[in-house]
C-alpha cells in the first residue's frame, strides 16, 4: 500500500528565506506527482505536476523535482513572501488511478 | 470558466438525516474523486468514478454512497450510517494519467452534524 509523507509537518521561516519541502513515497510505480496548496478553509491548488518520466518542473518562483528510485520529491520556494503562508500537500497517483496525499507542510512565512 | 463546483459551502445537518453535497466540473474532465479531510489529518478517499456510470469505493466508503449518470456531475451523499460524518468534503476531477493525470479540486463543503 502506497504511503505518503511529508517532512517538516510545520515550518516558520522569516521572508526572504529560500525553502525546502520534502516528500517521500513508499511504491516507486507512480504514474505523476502533484504538488498542492490550501489555504485555511478552502480547496486545493495544483501548483507542479511532474510526470514519472520527469525530474523537475518549475513555476514562478516554484521548482519541484522527483527521484522516483529513491520515493522523493521536493519543493523548493525561492524568496519566500508572507503570502506563500499555507498548508502545502503532495500526492502521488499510481496504476489504478488512485491519489495518496501526504498529511501536509504548514508553512509559515513572517514578515 | 472551467472548473470544479461544489455546493452547498456550509451545510448543518441533525442526527440520522441523509444530505447530499453535489459536485460539478465543466472541464470534460473523465474521472472524479471525493475526499475527506479532518484537522491535523491528510485527505482521504471516499469513493472515485473513472467513467460514467462506474464508480469504486476509496478507502473510507462506509456510510457514504455516490453516483455517476452524468460525466459532469458525481453527487456525494452522507448518510445516517456515518458514524462521525463532520468533515470538510473535497471534489476533484482529473484526465487519465496517460493523458495528462492532472487533479483539480473544488472549493470544499464544510458538514457539521449538530
Known amino acids: 500500500k502506497q504511503e505518503v509523507t511529508q517532512i517538516p509537518a510545520a515550518l516558520s521561516v522569516p521572508e526572504g528565506e529560500n525553502l525546502v519541502l520534502n516528500c517521500s513515497f513508499t511504491d516507486s510505480a507512480i504514474y505523476n506527482l502533484q504538488w498542492f496548496r490550501q489555504d485555511p478553509g478552502k480547496g486545493l491548488t495544483s501548483l507542479l505536476l511532474i510526470q514519472s518520466s520527469q525530474r523537475e518542473q518549475t513555476s514562478g518562483r516554484l521548482n519541484a523535482s522527483l527521484d522516483k528510485s529513491s520515493g522523493r520529491s521536493t519543493l523548493y520556494i525561492a524568496a519566500s513572501q508572507p503570502g506563500d503562508s499555507a498548508t502545502y500537500l503532495c500526492?502521488?497517483?499510481?496504476?489504478?488511478?488512485?491519489?495518496?496525499f501526504g498529511a501536509g507542510t504548514i508553512l509559515r512565512v513572517k514578515s | 470558466d472551467g472548473g470544479i463546483t461544489q455546493s452547498p459551502k456550509y451545510l448543518f445537518r441533525k442526527e440520522g438525516q441523509n444530505v447530499t453535497l453535489s459536485c460539478e466540473q465543466n472541464l470534460n474532465h473523465d474521472a472524479m474523486y471525493w475526499y475527506r479531510q479532518d484537522p491535523g489529518q491528510g485527505l482521504r478517499l471516499i469513493y472515485y468514478?473513472?467513467?460514467?456510470?462506474?464508480?469504486q469505493k476509496g478507502d473510507i466508503a462506509e456510510g457514504y454512497s455516490v453516483s455517476r449518470e452524468k460525466k459532469e456531475s458525481f453527487p456525494l451523499t452522507v448518510t445516517s450510517a456515518q458514524k462521525n460524518p463532520t468533515a470538510f468534503y473535497l471534489c476533484a476531477s482529473s484526465n487519465p494519467p496517460g493523458l495528462t493525470g492532472e487533479l483539480f479540486f473544488g472549493e470544499g463543503s464544510r458538514l457539521t452534524v449538530l
Open positions: 468514478s473513472q467513467i460514467v456510470n462506474d464508480f
Open positions: 500526492a502521488v497517483i499510481g496504476y489504478g488511478n488512485k491519489l495518496v
